[in-house]
């Protein structure tokens, strides 16, 4: 049987310093995603939707990796990855309050894992569970983050401003903007009942600023 180790492979990417941000060049890569947004006056904690969008990409991800690993043709194991969520915010609050932001979570896969075994994953895993309605907004699909920059931080995600705020000084600095979206990878489930203790990877999108 073929063993996969996807978080050595990509340790850089997975697994940075929580003491210096750093600028990566993230490939692309397969990913399960899901779409939402948090209720009015809920959080990462409270909010049904994000709870059950985490549920149904754990729920698929190990399904995914038994099937794979009890192929008969060619059975391959593999370290399922943290989830991860790509958000959006509304208006310019900070990331303490999450009322009505806008998500998309995901989980990467390998390269070996096709759609026909996403289909198959997500078929089994509505056998075992019933109809649940997030079962219908999954995707599979490419992501391609590119240049970014990153550092995990270390503590409650509600205080991942002050963290926001020390990256946007370092692109700054070093002559590149912000693009795209606000990208956090969950290393600790975000719903951790001991906030000290979680573990959340925070990257950003960057470019180089325009010479003038």
Do not use: C
């Not at 990566?24 to 209720?39: A, Y």
């Not at 909010?47 to 549920?55: C, R, T, V």
């Amino acid at each position: 049987m073929t063993k996969l180790s996807l978080t050595t492979e990509i340790k850089g990417l997975y697994a940075p310093s929580a003491r210096r941000i750093e600028i990566v060049d993230v490939p692309k890569f397969k990913f399960l995603m899901i779409d939402g947004q948090i209720e009015v006056g809920q959080n990462l904690s409270t909010s049904e939707s994000f709870q059950e969008a985490l549920n149904v990409l754990n729920g698929i991800s190990f399904t995914l990796k038994f099937m794979s690993k009890l192929d008969r043709e060619n059975p391959v194991d593999y370290n399922t990855m943290p989830t991860e969520g790509i958000w959006q915010r509304p208006k310019k609050n900070d990331v303490k309050n999450r009322s009505e932001w806008k998500w998309t979570l995901m989980t990467m896969l390998p390269d070996h894992i096709t759609e026909k075994m996403v289909e198959s994953a997500i078929k089994s895993l509505r056998e075992k569970r019933g109809e649940i309605p997030a079962l219908d907004s999954i995707r599979f699909k490419p992501f391609h983050e590119g240049t970014s920059m990153q550092i995990m931080h270390v503590g409650s995600t509600d205080l991942a401003s002050m963290t926001l705020e020390r990256m946007k000084d370092f692109a700054k600095e070093n002559g590149y903007k912000l693009r795209g979206s606000y990208h956090e990878i969950y290393i600790s489930d975000p719903r951790h009942t001991n906030p000290d203790k979680e573990r959340t990877i925070i990257r950003y999108p960057i470019k180089k600023k325009a010479s003038k």
